[in-house]
C-alpha cells in the first residue's frame, strides 16, 4: 500500500497526494486525434518543437532520509506520441518525496525512464539547484508588445478569421503578449501564459494577431494544442516563410509548462519570465 495523505480540491472530490513513488500515477493523451483535426500527418509535422514543463517544488529523500530539492525540467519531444497530462505529472512527481534514493543519477534515470514510457519517445530531465535557478533570475521576453495596443475586444471564443495581412511588405517580427488566457479541458482552469510569435514573411497586422489571441479565452486546450493551433492557424492565414511559436504558461501546481514549435532547427533559450 502506497503512503500519503488525502486532500479535497474545490468540488470537495477527494484526491490522493502519494508520497511513495509510484509511476502508475502518470497519464496520457495521445496528440494524434487533435492533430487530425488540424490536418498536421504525424510522419510530416510542419514544425520542430518540444514542450519544456518546470517543476518547482520537486523533492525526495537522499540515502540516509534528508530531503533533497531541485527545479526539475523535463523536456518532451513533439514528435512523441502523447502528451502528459499536468495533474497527473504533479502527483507522480509528488509520490518521489518520501522516497529515498542514492546518487542524482538514479533520481534522473528513474524519471527519465517513466516520461518516455508515457510519451512514448525519449524525454530528457534536469536537475537544476536552487542557487542555479536564482542566478538565472527573471528574463524579459524579446522582442516588441502588443499590449499597448489601444483596442476594443469582443470576441472572446477562438477565432482564426482576426488573423489578416497588412500589407505586401516582408518584415521579420517578434511580437509578444502577455494577455493570453484559455481554460484547462480536464478542469474548466484559467491557464495564462505568454505568447511570442516570431516570424518572417508577409507583415501581419497586430491589431488582428492581438484580438486572435485574446480569443481563446473562453477556448479548452492543452497547452501543448494550443500552441499547435497557433501556428497552423497563423500559417494558414498569413502564409508566413519561417514561423516559431512559443508559449510560456504560469505555474499550476508548482509546474509551469512552455511548448515550442518553430521551423527552426535550434530551440530559443528556455528562460524564465514573470509569471513563473
Known amino acids: 500500500m502506497t503512503e500519503g495523505s488525502v486532500g479535497k480540491n474545490q468540488l470537495g472530490q477527494e484526491t490522493e497526494y502519494v508520497t511513495t513513488y509510484t509511476p502508475s500515477l502518470l497519464d496520457a493523451f495521445p496528440r494524434a486525434i487533435q492533430r487530425r483535426a488540424l490536418g498536421i500527418a504525424e510522419d510530416a509535422l510542419p514544425f520542430r518543437g518540444v514542450d519544456v514543463w518546470n517543476a518547482y517544488e520537486f523533492t525526495w529523500l537522499n540515502q540516509r532520509g534528508k530531503p533533497e530539492v531541485a527545479l526539475a525540467q523535463i523536456q518532451v519531444p513533439s514528435k512523441s506520441a ?29 524519471l527519465e525512464s517513466d516520461l518516455t514510457l508515457a510519451a512514448e519517445a525519449p524525454v530528457s530531465v534536469t536537475l ?19 499590449d499597448t495596443l489601444d483596442i476594443d475586444v469582443d470576441e472572446y471564443y477562438r477565432n482564426p478569421d482576426l488573423l489578416v495581412p497588412e500589407s505586401d511588405t516582408i518584415v521579420r517580427e517578434s511580437l509578444y503578449t502577455n494577455l493570453f488566457m484559455a481554460k484547462c479541458p480536464m478542469t474548466g482552469q484559467p491557464d495564462c501564459a505568454s505568447i ?29 494544442q494550443i500552441a499547435e493551433r497557433i501556428f497552423v492557424d497563423l500559417m494558414n ?7 516559431t511559436v512559443q508559449a510560456r504558461f504560469s505555474r499550476r501546481g508548482g509546474i509551469d509548462i512552455n511548448p515550442y514549435r518553430s521551423h527552426e532547427e535550434k530551440m530559443s533559450p528556455d528562460t524564465r519570465n514573470w509569471r513563473q
Open 82 to 110: 502523447n502528451i502528459i497530462e499536468s495533474k497527473s505529472l504533479k502527483l507522480y512527481l509528488g509520490s518521489f518525496s518520501g522516497t529515498k534514493f542514492g546518487l542524482r543519477g538514479e533520481v534522473v534515470s528513474t
Open 128 to 146: 537544476i539547484a536552487p542557487e542555479q535557478v536564482l542566478n538565472n533570475g527573471i528574463v524579459p521576453i524579446v522582442g516588441h508588445s502588443l
Open 196 to 224: 511570442l510569435i516570431q516570424y518572417n514573411g508577409q507583415s501581419i497586422s497586430h491589431e488582428g494577431l492581438l484580438r486572435y489571441l485574446i480569443s481563446y479565452r473562453e477556448h479548452s486546450e492543452f497547452a501543448e
Open 237 to 243: 492565414r498569413c502564409s508566413p516563410d519561417r514561423l
